[in-house]
């Protein structure tokens, strides 16, 4: 064979950095918007902070009025949206990015449905609280995961039987939710409904501490993995020709997205159709080509911050953060089913 | 030059056994082409050789190794295959496609190098996509596509490359545009290169080494001449045929005799 001209290899390079410095930029000005996202929220709420004084409040120096307002009350509940909304953009991209298919959402297919039950039956029923509430959460969402996998399987798990079982599971799930909910009858509102839909209302740092600690480990092994889950899109065949290890890093990232998930709804609930809606928004800015993981989280984070700020500041009454999300990303999924219907299950 | 082999080979899907005892060495440096009806188990075999089925029984040995005690990437450095229908994830261009190629070669402290950038120009080069690499694989043709993907096994850069059905989709020059490809890197690269093809005669013409599969076993194998026969079409396909040596070549050639749309003294 003849050696390619030096020139070619030179533009094949130029053209790689330039599709690298594309998403860099796109990731980056998601950030931006981040960061406007949190000072709006951090300032504007029931009563205007000016900049200074939040700035100071992060600092940690004592402001009248401030301090309670925005250290207590604004940022804690930023923190956690930001931090939860990452776990679930990230956690739905990985899946809808390995399965092939939009509707392939751990909240679509009853994962986050599963982490929920197993938190509110933990909650109401057992008195449980904190961390041994998440590891249940996160064991829940595994079980869940397994459960489907094997209902689906027969001879390999296509995408279309995967999501039907899993939708199935999920609303038998919801189901459990409200049937243990009914059963707490101290509950207030608020809190059924944190269960049912997701609501970052009362936030603290210290709620925000685990989430933390899971997408510091399992979104770092995500990243870590993400040449593989980039390689699985090409179809199991050639992810293994190409030397992607299928069976350990499948399993290594179900991990690690139902870890994500889980312990994001056993703080939050399950913020509906966040893991579902940001790879799609995030795949619309970023461009198709390569699975958007980064600008997913960030999408993430951005729309649980805005329809929190939203659900508390813009709309007549107050609403918890999931029911805004829940009410964007209802008729998404149903031009997706529609669509899928069309197709006859590809997505 | 590294030796592929399969004894006693047994492989299917669930409780379906496709491949039953089945023994193949693959010719190292040469050119092996499959032939054999729908369904026989080619492409199973195939998958078993690069260690994407697991075998039921027996065992594939690289270079007197079983497959298994490969590392992941370290078998993909050696032995490459193209599925017979890979998947293209929506909006990928075919620069990005063929850098997928580079992926074993790359570990965690090896990142893309500029030896990978130019891994990616020869492939691109060879299959003559130059032209076409900023372009979306959605927006290519058919034969197009297959050349792209036909790339992005090149560039893995392995010594031994398993194609199944590399000529799909293409039109007869580019088939043998596809086919003279293949036989440069056999001859440039020494590459061992074995190949699923369903035209019996291009097979005889590019092909050191013949195999015909029936039913899950190897029916017949060795040179073209040795193993494409008028018995061997009417066992392997259920065809009868005529042989004739190919002007243009001297190896065999076989046309086939339907019930219809020949002279009359062929036809009998
Ligand atoms: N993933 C699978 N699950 C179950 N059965 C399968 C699977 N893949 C192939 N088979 C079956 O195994 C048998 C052999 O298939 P294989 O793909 O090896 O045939 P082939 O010789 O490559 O055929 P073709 O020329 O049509 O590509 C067929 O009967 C097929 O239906
Ligand atoms: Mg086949």
Redesign the pocket.
Known sequence: MHAAPDSLATRVAVLRRRRARGRTRAAGGMLLLLLAGLALTLSLGQSFTPPGDVLRVLAGVEVPGASFTVGALRLPRAVLSILAGMSFGLGGVVFQTMFRNPLASPDIIGISAGASAAAVFAIVLLGWSGTTVSVLAVAAGLGVAAAIYLLSWR??VAGARLILVGIGIAAMLESVIAYVLLRAPAWSLQDALRWLTGSVNGATLEQALPVLLSLALFGGLLLALRGSAELMRLGDDTAAALGVPLARDRALIVLAAVGLIAVATAVTGPIAFVAFLSGPIALRITGPGRAPLVPAALTGALLVLVADYAGQHLLPGRYPVGIVTGALGAPYLIYLIIRTNRTGGRP | MTILSAAALQAG??D?T?LRGLDFTVPPGRITAIV?A???????LLRCLARLLRPEAGEVQLDGRALNRFGARDLARRLGLLP?SPIAPDGITVADLVSHGRHPHQGLLSRWSPEDDRAVARALEATGMADLAERDIDALSGGQRQRAWIAMALAQETGILLLD?PTTFLDISHQVEVLDLLVDLNRSRGTTIVM?LHDLNLAARYADHLVAMLDGRISASGSPEAVLTEAMVEEVFGLKSLVIPDPTSGKPMMLPLGRHGMRREVAE
């Open positions: 001879n390999g | 899907y669930g379906r496709i054999g729908n369904a026989c188990g080619k492409s199973t017979q059905e699923v």
